[in-house]
């Protein structure tokens, strides 16, 4: 095996060792960055980023939870900006460990779906990920192992998945920084208007980002059918 294969094989193993015998679910908890925000929000940061990226590195589907969790703790917008350069990173570090470690239990555990992405990738190229972001049809961490499969580069690859998460990441990260500001358990706080409006939002996303994305690809076939008459 190349060393960086078995490189990346060591580490995928020592953070899964070290999850299970350091009690890892501690780490996904809200409250123990609340209480340590108090106390240290750039140290806060750092180590909720840090969890993020490992546990999307290894395939877990934690990214809308943790971004719920982001905006619970940071807000909005620090919320929303830690998770999408952690999703980013994490996504990346995912479809590193197909190409270099899981290539051959991916490509038999996926089959069909393998060929859905690798078709609309070669017909579509970085637009076809961009969409697929937008509108999540396929869980955020299968995607990137898919991808790893697929003849992507990496920074286009970086590059449509920091683009095309920012909707979807934003209204999560705002729907809970407005949870962030419950205070007790009423109804009349807990359904805020802000609240309400990020879950219509959340809700009607899917909708108006298949919309969007089809007025785009118009647009795309009209002007490359233009260039070749």
């Not at 953070?15 to 140290?43: E, K, N, T």
């Amino acid at each position: 095996m190349p060393i960086k294969k078995l490189a990346l094989a060591l580490l995928i193993i020592t953070v899964i060792l070290l999850y299970f015998a350091g009690d890892g679910s501690q780490y996904f908890s809200v409250r123990l960055y609340q209480d340590l925000f108090r106390q240290s929000p750039w140290v806060t940061a750092l180590v909720f980023f840090a969890v993020f990226v490992v546990g999307t590195a290894c395939s877990l589907p934690v990214a809308g939870v943790l971004t719920i969790a982001a905006g619970i703790v940071f807000g909005t917008l620090a919320g929303f900006a830690l998770s999408l350069m952690a999703c980013t990173l994490g996504g990346t570090l995912a479809l590193y460990s197909t190409r270099f470690v899981l290539h051959d239990f991916v490509k038999r555990r996926f089959r069909v779906q393998l060929e859905v992405i690798d078709k609309g990738i070669r017909k579509e190229g970085a637009f076809y990920l961009f969409g697929l972001r937008m509108v999540p049809v396929i869980p955020f961490w299968l995607l990137n192992l898919l991808v790893g499969l697929t003849s992507m580069r990496v920074p286009v690859f970086m590059l449509a998945t920091l683009t095309g998460m920012v909707p979807v990441l934003l209204i999560l990260a705002n729907a809970g920084s407005q949870l962030g500001e419950v205070k007790r358990l009423d109804l009349a706080e807990i359904f805020s208007p802000g609240l309400i409006l990020s879950l219509l939002l959340l809700a009607s996303f899917p909708l108006l980002a298949r919309l969007l994305l089809g007025w785009s690809r118009n647009l795309l076939r009209r002007r490359k059918a233009a260039r070749t008459d």
